[in-house]
């Protein structure tokens, strides 16, 4: 079966930065688009960036300018560099993979916890 395993996450000061990394393993084929979702206590699960099959890439408005997101096609990888990190950024952060051809599939990390906190 299809599985995202993540890393990166925890504790950095405001004004820090992080990176977190999640590669996919499993009977993925055309990979369509990879993404890293959030979601805070009390809050609705937000997108905050994509990279598209094409490398077209998507932000948050709160994170564009700050965060960085990349792939490694051959390690079917996604990367999320986080910087200038401030509180609101607390999450807990989920990797997204949506592969296939006439029917599209999608998985799901575990999520990996981020806090930003002095």
């Known amino acids: 079966q299809v599985e995202l395993v993540e890393s990166g996450g925890g504790l950095v000061q405001p004004g820090g930065s992080l990176s977190l990394s999640c590669a996919a393993s499993?009977?993925?084929?055309?990979?369509?688009?990879m993404a890293w979702y959030r979601q805070a206590p009390g809050e609705q699960r937000e997108l905050v960036a994509s990279?598209?099959?094409?490398?077209?890439?998507e932000y948050l408005d709160s994170v564009r300018g700050r965060f960085n997101i990349s792939r490694d096609r051959g390690k079917n990888a996604v990367y999320l560099q986080m910087n200038s990190l401030r509180p609101e950024d607390t999450a807990v952060y989920y990797c997204n993979v949506q592969w296939g051809w006439a029917s599209v599939e999608t998985a799901w990390g575990q999520g990996t916890q981020v806090t930003v906190s002095s």
């Open positions: 499993g009977n993925l084929f055309n990979i369509i688009r």
């Open positions: 990279i598209h099959s094409r490398g077209t890439t």
